[in-house]
């Protein structure tokens, strides 16, 4: 299931993005004592009392003709719209403006559940001055301070409070779910369309069509399958509406649901920085990738062009040296039937077992090839090794001293585990633990 959303609303210089950077635990957000500085919304993930969200910053709403005011207003408008609960920011020092009853009217007409939080309350006499914004008539005010990070937990106490109860999946267990992310006009859509043999997803050569994700059953040689279509992830100042920019969310969303990945990249234009950034969500999501290369069609090539471009991808996603490459057209349909079958191979290993003393097994002889490492005169030590996780697989590896674990040989130990088992189009993970 999606992670639940909140969304930080506000006028200008509130201490919104304060407040972000505390709860995502890292200075994400740009905080400078200027109305208006966070331009964009910025999106991350946090967790409170065993609860996964994702979280919204957004640019402060104000009324009035001022530089990026209005493109600020709809950003916040749209994250209001996507959101699960809204945290109405307000000064406590400034008492209630007219502009806070402004954004107070804009959250009445989206009725969502809205927690009002008021910041810059640094001590315990500054209370006393919160009482005012009983006014805006969303119940009770919270005091906080997000200098200090006071207050912060109840904040999150009565955040939590409001999430969606969490619905059982719609999906059966054996469906493999897989999205389609890129930037815009690679050619997502019409390829979900080759796949389905119909026009389900309209088709535009204007980039940033597809608004939404678009779920899209499918079963294909007795397995069933669900493609998930997401708007494109355009970069960041070459962005003109509001919603185009908010499709960025939307595709982490996507993600989140997916068994399997496909970086969808154009072969016509090569491989730009957004492509990798764009498949970095999916790494760090831990979700099985297969990478393709669409438009293949118009490529002029000769019998050397198609392994030079995989020594391009390979060398621009070095991150993904798991991830097999599907070369493809989905406008002529030309190399499409060997997509379905490496998306089956990356979910498959997606969710791959190994048996215990198997993985043992190569271990052992993995530290007989190439002996662990020492450091300061201690020599690190391999006790055993077990699977804790699927999807991604993840191991623990207990060992005498975690910290003599250098990343070099714990990259060795992953390479080995992948010569030995594949885990062809999925990533791993390895967790050193010592042995009690």
Same mark, same amino acid.
């Given at each position: 299931m999606p992670k639940p959303i909140i969304a930080i609303v506000g006028r200008p210089n509130v201490g919104k993005s304060t407040i972000f950077n505390r709860i995502v635990g890292e200075r994400i957000s740009i905080v400078e004592d200027t109305p208006g500085i966070t331009r964009d919304r910025i999106y991350s993930s946090g967790e409170?009392?065993?609860? %996964? *969200?994702?979280?919204?910053?957004?640019?402060?709403?104000e009324i009035g003709d001022a530089p990026f005011l209005t493109e600020i207003r709809q950003q916040a408008e749209v994250a209001i719209d996507e959101s699960d609960v809204i945290i109405f920011m307000v000064n406590g020092r400034d008492g209630v403006t007219a502009a806070d009853e402004e954004v107070a009217k804009i959250l009445y007409r989206s009725d969502k559940p809205v927690v009002l939080a008021v910041n810059k309350? %640094?001590?315990?006499?500054?209370?006393?001055?919160?009482?005012?914004? &009983?006014?805006?008539?969303?119940? @009770?005010?919270?005091?906080?301070?997000?200098?200090?990070?006071?207050?912060?937990? %109840?904040?999150?106490?009565?955040?939590?409070?409001? *999430?969606?109860?969490?619905? =059982?999946?719609? &999906?059966?267990?054996?469906?493999?779910?897989?999205?389609?992310?890129?930037? =815009?006009?690679?050619?997502?859509?019409?390829? !979900?369309?080759?796949?389905?043999?119909?026009?389900? !997803?309209? !088709?535009?050569?204007?980039?940033?069509?597809?608004?939404?994700a678009v779920d899209s059953p499918y079963s294909k040689d007795g397995q069933d399958y669900v493609i998930i279509d997401t708007a494109g992830m355009r970069k960041k100042g070459k962005v003109y509406e509001s919603t185009e920019k908010y499709s960025v969310l939307r595709a982490l969303k996507a993600i989140e649901r997916s068994d399997v990945v496909l970086v !969808?990249?154009?072969? #016509?234009?090569?491989?730009? @920085?957004? %492509?990798? +950034?764009?498949?970095?969500y999916a790494?760090?999501?831990?979700?099985?990738?297969?990478? $393709?290369?669409? +438009?293949?069609?118009? $490529? #002029?090539?000769?019998?050397?062009?198609? +392994? #030079?471009? @995989? @020594?391009?991808?390979?060398?621009?996603?070095? *991150?993904?040296? &798991?991830a097999p490459i599907v070369f493809l057209s989905a406008l002529t349909k030309r190399r499409t039937h060997t997509l379905l079958p490496m998306i089956n191979v990356a979910a498959e290993n997606h969710s791959l077992r190994v048996q215990t003393n198997v993985l043992n097994d190569v271990i052992l002889d993995a530290v007989a090839m190439n002996p662990t490492p020492t450091h300061n005169g201690n020599r690190l030590k391999l006790y055993y090794a077990t699977q804790v996780a699927v999807k991604p697989p993840s191991f623990a590896v207990f060992v005498n001293d975690p910290e003599l674990m250098h990343f070099s040989y714990e990259r060795f130990l992953e390479n080995q585990i992948r010569a030995s088992f594949g885990f062809i189009g999925t990533p791993i993970k390895i967790f050193t633990r010592a042995r009690k």
């Open positions: 409170w009392l065993n609860q %996964d *969200f994702n979280i919204i910053d957004t640019g402060g709403i309350i %640094d001590n315990p006499e500054m209370r006393n001055d919160i009482f005012d914004f &009983y006014g805006l008539g969303f119940g @009770e005010p919270m005091p906080i301070s997000g200098s200090h990070g006071l207050g912060l937990g %109840d904040l999150l106490d009565a955040a939590v409070q409001h *999430f969606p109860s969490r619905e =059982p999946e719609i &999906y059966d267990e054996s469906t493999i779910l897989f999205s389609l992310i890129g930037r =815009p006009n690679v050619g997502k859509s019409s390829l !979900v369309n080759a796949l389905l043999g119909e026009e389900r !997803v309209i !088709v535009s050569a204007i980039a940033g069509t597809t608004r939404d !969808v990249i154009s072969g #016509e234009e090569g491989i730009i @920085e957004q %492509d990798m +950034k764009i498949a970095g790494h760090d999501a831990g979700r099985a990738i297969v990478i $393709v290369v669409n +438009k293949w069609d118009v $490529v #002029e090539k000769d019998e050397k062009t198609m +392994k #030079e471009f @995989e @020594e391009k991808i390979r060398a621009h996603f070095k *991150f993904l040296d &798991y």
